[in-house]
């Protein structure tokens, strides 16, 4: 069974759309979601809908609980004192983006599960128990099996942390889907898993980077011009 995971989208629709036509090339049996859908983008509520109609299973992003309760972004803010003054960025833009989505969508999201098996894969947005935190491409192994371990699951697939990666174990595989949207590993374009039983492969796809860009600006969401510097640049750029 060939299984698409398709993560971290984050309002942008145009690189969701170029996302989609790629997956009717790669015609992938099934297509799961991995969370963090609206929060970041132009789009929210037009990505959110177009994921319920296709009717794609997926599990609950951090970016997509913090928008019915900020208390775990500020949570995870005093847990992370350098990381504070990009949160507090990320809080204002919460208004914004729920205005845009309404009560319906925001319900939908958060009747998401944190976790999705399908087969001999298991699907999460970070890590099993927190939204929040998730190993990075630099992980040790020891670290992968003791946050994946107890998923028991031959492959493990998360998001979260917006750089694509494969890497096979003795006793099981961790894949990350990298992001639609808001890449941090230096290439800007689109990222999404496709597995074909327990192989694991990255596609990266071009889409209309400035269309989205211009649409950020016109907006009015908060910030709108960092996030589409960060777009441009494929990876984290400070706000100025």
């Known amino acids: 069974m060939r299984i698409a995971i398709v993560s971290d989208v984050h309002g942008n629709l145009a690189a969701f759309e170029a996302v989609l036509a790629d997956l009717k ?6 297509i799961l979601h991995g969370g963090d859908l609206a929060h970041g983008g132009a789009h929210p509520a037009e990505v959110v809908d177009r994921i319920r109609e296709l009717g794609w299973a997926g599990v609950c992003g951090n970016t997509d609980e913090m ?4 208390g775990v972004l500020s949570d995870f803010a005093a847990k992370a004192p350098q990381a504070q003054p990009i949160l507090a960025l990320v809080e204002e833009m919460i208004p914004s983006t729920c205005a845009r989505l309404g009560e319906d969508r925001i319900a939908w999201l958060k009747a ?12 999460v947005h970070a890590s099993p128990n927190d939204l929040w935190r998730a190993p990075l491409p630099t992980a040790s192994d020891a670290e ?18 917006h ?18 949207s808001l890449s941090y590993d230096g290439d800007p374009r689109a990222s999404y898993l496709l597995m074909d039983g ?4 990255i596609r990266r796809v071009e889409y209309e980077l400035e269309i989205e860009v211009k649409a950020l600006l016109r907006s009015g969401l908060p910030h709108a011009e960092w996030i589409g510097r960060t777009l441009r640049a494929g990876r984290f750029v400070a706000p100025s």
């Open 112 to 123: 998401l599960p944190r976790m999705q098996y399908c087969g001999p894969m298991a699907l």
């Open 144 to 161: 992968l099996r003791e946050v994946y371990g107890s998923l028991n699951a031959g492959v493990t697939v998360y998001g979260h942390i």
């Open 163 to 180: 750089q694509p990666y494969v890497r096979v174990l003795p006793t099981m595989t961790v894949a990350n889907s990298g992001s639609v």
């Open 198 to 201: 327990e192989r694991a492969t």
């Open 25 to 30: 090339e790669t015609s992938p049996d099934l």
């Open 67 to 70: 928008l019915w309760d900020s």
